[in-house]
Structure formats: structure tokens, C-alpha cells
């Protein structure tokens, strides 16, 4: 542990009813500047470190966020020369109802949030790639099962794989044409969440973003 962080567990949880800030709170950017002060306190630098920010722009973020009530000052280290600030959050929990928001409906409202998140995935990906494999395509053909593809590839008669060992791990897919019974489909949900729990507890030293998702399509 870090010795300006310092966590927490007392259950504070907050129903935020006031419409700016649920709007805040929902906000991909904003709760990336805010995570390194939510269940635990943290220095403004130490913080500015965490998410790549200037101190200045951090200090300003904090002091704004002083002002509508998310931040607290948590307690004053005393030294030589100017004293240290520690900040937390005033929640460790916020619970903010859909119909708070400025969102029209539910469906804006989580595109919002996915379009944040979806364009740093695609930047990372094509960012590797691109390392990787210079110039390439798509290639757009019907497999042996008979169903649509659309694929990235390096030629017009093969796909591009990151799999092979000194590849980036990169991974961007999207399947349509998966047909699976209720039980199967099920199945593949506990599957996948179980898989993303167990990685989710591990603690390398590369911070990667995974996207997962399923749904049944309506024909």
C-alpha cells in the first residue's frame, strides 16, 4: 500500500437526488479523475500520478469537487513548509437512479456510457495492431457453416491472428451468428463471468481494458 492511500470500509452509501451531480457521476471521464479518492484518500499529486493528469488540473478538479460536496479533506499531515492534504470521498458508495439523470431514456443513457469506453478499446486495438501489422483489410465472406463474416486481414485469403505468442493480447470480436439453446446460452454467460472474475483478481503490472457482452437478437 501506498503511503498516501489509505483504504477504508465504514458502508457509507449515497442516493444522489441532485440532477448536476448525477450527471457527473455517471460520466466515463469524470469517475476515471475521481476513482483514486472513492474508498480511500489520496494527495492531489498522488492522484494527478494515478491518472496521468498535471497537479494543477487535479488540484482544480478537487477543488471543484470540494465545492459541490464529493471531496472531503480526510486529514492534514504537518511537515516543513506547506502541510499535506489528504482528500476522500464523502460516499464510498453512490447509488444514482436512472431518473436523476439529464439522460432521455435508459437506452442514451448506457450508449453514453459504452461510446466512452468503446473508443479507448477501439484506440488500444488499432493502436496494436497497427504495431504489429503495418497496412492492412477486411475481408468480408460467408463461411462453411454458410453465415456472414467480416473480419480484419493482412491478405485477400486470410484473417489476422494475435494469437501467436509474440503478438500484442488484443481481442475485438463480435459474433451475430452464434445460435445456441436457452440452456446453452446460459451456460456461455456463467462461462464468461466466471472467466472475467478470475482474471479480474489478478494483479499484473499491464492495465488492460476487456469489453464482454451477450444478448439474444430479436429477427
Do not use: C
Not at 137 to 153: I, K, S
Request: aromatic fraction near 8%.
Amino acid at each position: 500500500m501506498k503511503d498516501d492511500e489509505s483504504p477504508r470500509d465504514d458502508g457509507r452509501t449515497v442516493v444522489v437526488h441532485d440532477p448536476h451531480i448525477a450527471d457527473l457521476l455517471t460520466n466515463p471521464e469524470t469517475l476515471q479523475q475521481l476513482e483514486p479518492f472513492l474508498g480511500r484518500e489520496s494527495t492531489v499529486t498522488a492522484a494527478a500520478r494515478r491518472t496521468g493528469s498535471k497537479p494543477n488540473t487535479m488540484l482544480s478538479r478537487v477543488r471543484r469537487w470540494l465545492e459541490l460536496g464529493l471531496l472531503e479533506v480526510s486529514r492534514i499531515r504537518q511537515r516543513a513548509g506547506r502541510a499535506v492534504r489528504y482528500y476522500r470521498a464523502t460516499a464510498d458508495s453512490w447509488f444514482i437512479p436512472f431518473d436523476t439523470t439529464s439522460a432521455e431514456s435508459l437506452e442514451a443513457s448506457v450508449r453514453q456510457r459504452d461510446e466512452w469506453w468503446s473508443a479507448r478499446l477501439r484506440q488500444a486495438v488499432v493502436r496494436a495492431r497497427q504495431e504489429q501489422v503495418g497496412t492492412w483489410g477486411t475481408r468480408v465472406y460467408r463461411d462453411r457453416r454458410g453465415y456472414l463474416q467480416v473480419q480484419m486481414a493482412v491478405s485477400p485469403d486470410s484473417n489476422w491472428t494475435s494469437l501467436a505468442p509474440d503478438r500484442p493480447a488484443v481481442l475485438a470480436a463480435w459474433r451475430d451468428g452464434l445460435y445456441l439453446d436457452f440452456e446453452d446460452a446460459k451456460e456461455l454467460q456463467r462461462e464468461l463471468f466466471e472467466l472475467l472474475l478470475r482474471y479480474q483478481r489478478k494483479e499484473g503490472a499491464q492495465r488492460y481494458l476487456l469489453r464482454l457482452g451477450l444478448a439474444p437478437l430479436e429477427e
